[in-house]
């Protein structure tokens, strides 16, 4: 069997820049394969996402799909068939993968060097935008009652807190890995700080794997959109009044790649960040996680530093929207809807239209042309005084036709 010589499989975290490096390695697939790293998934291959639902048993909420059963053996034997000198699987589910799950994909690669890596973010930020991205996700709780949840340890077994600390305790994350993989061979990649360049964390990234950034010329096709305070409340709301009723496709078909991005560009002067009642609690955890980190002797790529939480003044909280601000927000929501709808429904139907054409008819198509010449008129009169007064004289003059008819009539 042919095998590359590494597999480095890139569990997240989630909310890491995740999304930005899956997108930028699709977009120069060639590229890294011309550098002798294979990053599976692209046409007619099995989906990464698919393979980690396959791996782990997982099946999307309200609908089977088909493409999930069989995908993490298919992806594996891709990956095999190239036989490039290294791999790379990058697919954030992965890091809730339980101690069976992990050695069974480190054990599909029996012939190669299995590497884990991952990325690690501030709990700052990562538990407010981990909140928004459960909003995002159909969720309806507030931002209250998830962050009382996630300082609560009592509360560790039920959502929202289950499902937050499966995905950001690293330090757990990683000693799952251990029982398939050596220490030295899981890999903590630091985010850098706010405000850094991305190109800083996939220098970081790619002096792991092995490869230039230089030569992933090709941008990103998409990033996974982050929208402001009163829009993540319009989204939380319109999730209670959907009440669960759409499937998982259904729902990030509708709001995550549909009104997520169009909200997306009413970009608000500041974004939100963790209240300072809440900054020396993630302090203190963050300052557990890095400890454990060291403590396991995990080879760190970056600044374990930039993992400290401090409390980041002139940032809004995420339950400050004001009434007004909730009011904007849904209409500019309800007005960018109507519009997608509105052009989506018109390019099909013209198409229609225009498909079934009438014999030619000389007089219609001169109605039509005075008509046309008319609205433009009319709309020009609007703006300039000048086609105002000829639009008047004309209106006029249609006055005088109509008094002469009547009188005409009347004789």
């Not at 990956?79 to 589910?93: D, G, T, V």
């Not at 890091?95 to 973010?121: C, D, G, N, W, Y």
């Not at 300082?151 to 330090?171: E, N």
């Not at 709001?255 to 203190?284: H, Q, S, Y």
Request: aromatic share 6%; glycine share 6%.
């Amino acid at each position: 069997m042919n095998a590359p010589q590494r597999v480095y499989v890139h569990i997240g975290l989630h909310k890491t820049g995740t999304t930005y490096l899956q997108n930028l390695f699709a977009a120069n697939r060639s590229r890294l394969r011309a550098a002798g790293v294979d990053y599976p998934g692209g046409d007619d291959e099995p989906v990464p996402a698919f393979a980690a639902l396959d791996v782990q048993g997982w099946r999307p909420r309200g609908y089977n799909d088909k493409r999930v059963e069989g995908a993490w053996d298919a992806i594996v034997d891709v990956i095999h068939s190239r036989a490039l000198p290294a791999a790379l699987i990058s697919e954030e589910r992965l890091s809730m993968s339980t101690l069976k799950q992990a050695r069974r994909i480190v054990e599909s690669f029996p012939e190669s060097e299995v590497h884990v890596i991952v990325t690690v973010r501030d709990l700052g930020r990562i538990v407010v935008s981990s909140w928004q991205e459960d909003v995002k996700s159909d969720e309806t709780w507030t931002w209250q009652q998830f962050i009382a949840s996630v300082k609560d340890p009592s509360q560790l077994a039920k959502a929202p807190a289950r499902g937050f600390w499966l995905r950001q305790d690293v330090v757990k994350i990683c000693e799952t890995w251990e029982a398939a993989l050596e220490p030295d061979r899981i890999h903590v990649v630091t985010v850098p700080e706010s405000g850094s360049s991305p190109d800083e964390l996939l220098r970081r990234f790619s002096s792991v794997v092995g490869f230039d950034p230089a030569t992933l010329t090709e941008p990103a096709a998409w990033s996974n959109e982050t929208v402001g305070v009163a829009a993540t409340e319009v989204l939380r709301r319109v999730n209670v009044r959907l009440g669960g009723r759409l499937n998982q496709r259904e729902h990030d078909r509708a709001i995550k790649n549909m009104l997520v991005p169009m909200l997306a560009e009413r970009t608000e002067p500041v974004r939100f960040t963790l209240p300072e009642e809440d900054v020396r609690w993630a302090g203190a955890r963050a300052d557990e996680m890095i400890a454990g980190i060291i403590d396991h002797g995990y080879p760190v790529t970056g600044d374990l530093e930039e993992l400290r939480v401090s409390f980041k003044p002139g940032g809004r909280r995420p339950d400050d929207p004001t009434d007004e601000e909730l009011l904007e927000a849904s209409l500019d929501a309800l007005a960018l809807l109507t519009e997608k709808y509105a052009t989506s429904w018109w390019v099909r139907r013209k198409a229609v239209i225009e498909a079934d054409t009438p014999p030619p008819n000389l007089g219609s198509k001169v109605r039509g042309a005075v008509f046309r010449g008319q609205r433009r008129a009319a709309e020009l009169a609007d703006r300039n005084p000048l086609a105002a007064s000829a639009v008047r004289a004309v209106l006029t003059a249609r006055d005088r036709a109509r008094r002469r008819a009547r009188q005409k009539n009347k004789e």
